[in-house]
């Protein structure tokens, strides 16, 4: 079967078919670095990730990009409210360039902690503002602009089809929204370029032909996808609260400008959920990937935990399931090693795995395979040539695991001997407990099948 994507704008699963024969264009949205990825966030780049290496198992060269975004993203999808980086800025006492600087660069280490491959291009906003300045007066000619006191707006209304990504209502919407100074025409519209409050200096401004300010969130995307993937490529990602507006935007741009939808399929992973809703950075409530590690959790544990549920589907987060994620992950490596190298892949299983993972990215599915392989009779050179295979599109580095040995002193074991009484009785708040009293002595717990592994902090 060929692989098949299920396609937000069109609505279906269509069979995938790349536009140009030297390679697949994949252009995924970033993250605004105002503060740390949580995550949810990072749940989006794992289904990413696994999209990429199931277009290379199927024999493509990828060229990826990702964006960095470090200004022009407002508090409000409205356009009104001051711009994420002035905010953190404020909030850590830093430079809106120094927390870009910080922040892109925790969001590069979870990156590679999570084993995501690398992107073929990183691009900034800010080192990309030429770019947006030239799209925007492009859509200045061709009649897609106004004017208000605060900025220059895309007007929507030039366009019948706009918002059919998310198939808005557009008569349901509000019209005449306010700004921050001034009226946009139209509830969907949206700002290309952000005046600087009259006197006074932002940190973050460039002169334009329109006064000096900064560019809209949505514009860096259009103008830099165009630049290094061109203005019709194959694939565009993100997480699916970008459909609404800030991927809506990106096509009504490129609409405007070139005369496509920007890209021939749409992907958008679903929401990360806790029990209170999802999680988001907004709130100041999040989980990071390092408070993960904190605790004892290998961040491919969280990767395996990412995998076990489709991506257009909601994904519960709990320490619990994260737990069992941990242990199902450290079995899968320690038979992994127990089997001997030398051996050849299984055709019929890797055929089914390939299945699972060209139909839409079902990764439950495939790693369902993955354990009919390791419960089987085949021989075990067999299976570990055969989890080679799988591990291309999982990601999980089986090749590269080696088991600790680490000497525990007593004082250490005891402790870990009262939490497992604990984890038994299902005290989780009393084994909370003694897992950071754990960490504070300088050791993590891992938990599995065969029961909780000590080892020391980093």
Same mark, same amino acid.
């Given at each position: 079967m060929p692989l098949a994507l299920y396609d937000t704008w069109s609505r279906t699963l269509r069979p995938f078919t790349p536009l140009r024969p030297d390679y697949v264009g994949l252009y995924g949205c970033g993250p605004t670095v105002y503060d740390h990825a949580h995550i949810g966030n990072l749940r989006t780049y794992v289904f990413e990730d696994v999209l990429r290496r199931a277009l290379v198992q199927n024999g493509y060269t990828v060229r990826h990009v990702v964006n960095i975004t470090d200004v022009g993203h407002l508090v409000s999808d409205a356009d009104d409210g001051e711009d994420k980086m002035e905010k953190g800025s404020r909030r850590t006492g830093e430079s809106a360039w120094a927390?870009?600087?910080?922040?892109?660069?925790?969001?590069?280490?979870?990156?590679? /902690?999570?084993?995501?491959?690398?992107?073929?291009?990183?691009? @900034? *906003? =800010? +080192?990309?503002?030429?770019?947006?300045?030239?799209?925007?007066?492009?859509?200045?000619?061709?009649?897609?602009?106004?004017?208000?006191?605060?900025?220059?707006?895309?007007?929507?209304?030039?366009?019948?089809?706009?918002?059919?990504?998310?198939?808005?209502?557009?008569?349901?919407?509000? /019209?005449?929204?306010?700004?921050?100074?001034?009226?946009?025409? @139209? *509830? =969907? +519209?949206?700002?290309?370029?952000?005046?600087?409050?009259?006197?006074?200096?932002?940190?973050?401004?460039?002169?334009?032909?329109?006064?000096?300010?900064?560019?809209?969130?949505?514009?860096?995307?259009?103008?830099?996808?165009?630049?290094?993937?061109?203005?019709?490529?194959?694939?565009?990602?993100?997480?699916?609260?970008?459909?609404?507006?800030?991927?809506?935007?990106?096509?009504?741009?490129?609409?405007?400008?070139?005369?496509?939808?920007?890209?021939?399929?749409?992907?958008h992973g679903h929401f990360l959920m806790l029990d209170a809703g999802k999680m988001a950075k907004s709130g100041g409530d999040f989980v990071r990937l390092q408070t993960l590690i904190e605790r004892g959790v290998d961040p491919l544990a969280y990767r395996y935990l990412c995998l076990g549920a489709h991506y257009r589907s909601s994904l519960r987060f709990n320490m619990e399931a994260l737990d069992a994620a941990q242990a199902a992950l450290d079995r899968l490596r320690k038979v992994y090693r127990q089997w001997p190298e030398g051996g050849a892949p299984d055709a019929e299983a890797v055929a089914r795995f390939n299945a699972e993972v060209d139909q839409d990215l079902n990764l439950p599915r495939a790693l369902a395979v993955l354990w009919d392989v390791v419960r089987s009779d085949l021989p075990a050179a067999t299976r570990r040539a055969t989890l080679d295979c799988f591990d291309r599109v999982l990601g999980l580095r089986l090749a590269d695991w080696r088991e600790d040995v680490v000497t525990i002193p007593a004082g250490i074991a005891l402790l870990a001997t009262q939490r497992d009484g604990a984890r038994a009785a299902k005290n989780w708040r009393e084994a909370d407990r003694l897992r950071e009293q754990l960490r504070v002595e300088g050791w993590r717990v891992e938990d599995s099948a065969e029961g909780q592994v000590l080892r020391p902090l980093d």
């Open positions: 927390i870009a600087e910080r922040y892109t660069a925790a969001f590069q280490h979870d990156w590679r /902690a999570l084993n995501l491959l690398e992107p073929t291009i990183w691009c @900034r *906003a =800010t +080192d990309h503002i030429a770019e947006q300045i030239d799209f925007i007066a492009e859509l200045e000619r061709n009649g897609y602009t106004y004017r208000t006191a605060d900025g220059i707006y895309f007007d929507t209304a030039r366009q019948d089809d706009y918002g059919y990504l998310a198939r808005l209502d557009i008569t349901g919407l509000q /019209a005449g929204k306010r700004v921050a100074v001034g009226d946009k025409r @139209r *509830a =969907t +519209d949206f700002a290309l370029w952000k005046f600087s409050p009259p006197g006074s200096t932002r940190q973050m401004e460039w002169e334009s032909p329109w006064g000096v300010g900064f560019p809209g969130w949505h514009i860096e995307c259009s103008a830099m996808s165009a630049k290094y993937l061109g203005p019709w490529f194959d694939i565009h990602c993100g997480g699916e609260d970008h459909i609404a507006v800030h991927h809506s935007n990106e096509i009504a741009q490129t609409q405007a400008r070139h005369g496509t939808r920007l890209a021939n399929f749409w992907l």
